[in-house]
């Protein structure tokens, strides 16, 4: 009996510091997971978009208004039926850059709304991510074309410039979550909702 004893207390014994060094190891790995954000610098320019052909009409006559959230800003003009959004960038890390602000969508009579703050725009995934109420990111457009990219560098900055950018919603599920979150069924996966323009600069 004690030899099995003490062969019991000897496993135990094993497995509490195989434990230990697990539980170390991971404990190292989320110390270390910010160094994937090591790439995240610095930038500047600004994320512009415009509703495409109909898309104001449809949205005012379902009582949808689209409005800014500081420092962004939304320009509505009123003989065209277009609104403009304009996104300050302010972090790049890779090809997805980073907006300060974001824009609201609220439906007039019930005051339920869609908010997309610090919204992302990601020109290799073609999407753009948004920072929701929650806390949580999602995907919320996509990116379903980009005319043209041009590139101008100097000794000590890069810009990148990203014109005719498609926006759609990105699927019939977030569309969905729209209408339900905004009491309406005028959002659609389906239709282009505008056409915009990405300005971005970073130091060398």
Do not use: H, M, Q, Y
């Given at each position: 009996m004690r030899r099995s004893s003490s062969r019991v207390r000897d496993a135990i014994h094993?497995?509490?510091?195989?434990?230990?060094?697990?539980?170390?190891?991971?404990?190292?790995?989320?110390?270390?997971?910010?160094?994937?954000?090591?790439?995240?610098v610095p930038a500047n320019g600004t994320f512009t978009f415009s509703t495409g052909p109909g898309i104001l009409p449809a949205w005012d006559s379902a009582g949808i208004s689209l409005v800014g959230v500081s420092p962004g800003s939304?320009?509505?003009?009123?003989?065209?039926?277009?609104?403009?959004?304009?996104?300050?960038?302010?972090?790049?890390?890779g090809t997805a850059n980073a907006a300060a602000g974001g824009f609201r969508l609220i439906n007039n009579e019930t005051g339920e709304?869609?908010?997309?703050?610090?919204?992302?725009?990601d020109t290799r995934a073609r999407v753009i991510d948004c920072v929701l109420p929650s806390g949580y990111n999602a995907a919320v457009f996509e990116i379903t074309?980009?005319?043209?990219?041009?590139?101008?560098?100097?000794?000590?900055?890069?810009?990148?410039i990203f014109q005719g950018m498609q926006m759609r919603i990105i699927n019939r599920e977030m569309a969905k979550r729209l209408n339900d979150e905004l009491d309406t069924s005028v959002f659609s996966a389906s239709v282009v909702i505008g056409d915009g323009s990405l300005i971005v600069t970073r130091d060398r």
């Open positions: 094993w497995r509490g510091a195989a434990l230990v060094a697990c539980v170390g190891i991971t404990a190292a790995a989320i110390t270390a997971a910010p160094a994937a954000s090591a790439d995240e939304v320009i509505t003009n009123t003989g065209t039926n277009i609104a403009r959004v304009t996104l300050p960038i302010v972090v790049k890390s709304g869609f908010r997309c703050s610090t919204p992302t725009i074309d980009i005319a043209e990219r041009t590139k101008v560098n100097t000794d000590e900055t890069k810009t990148t």
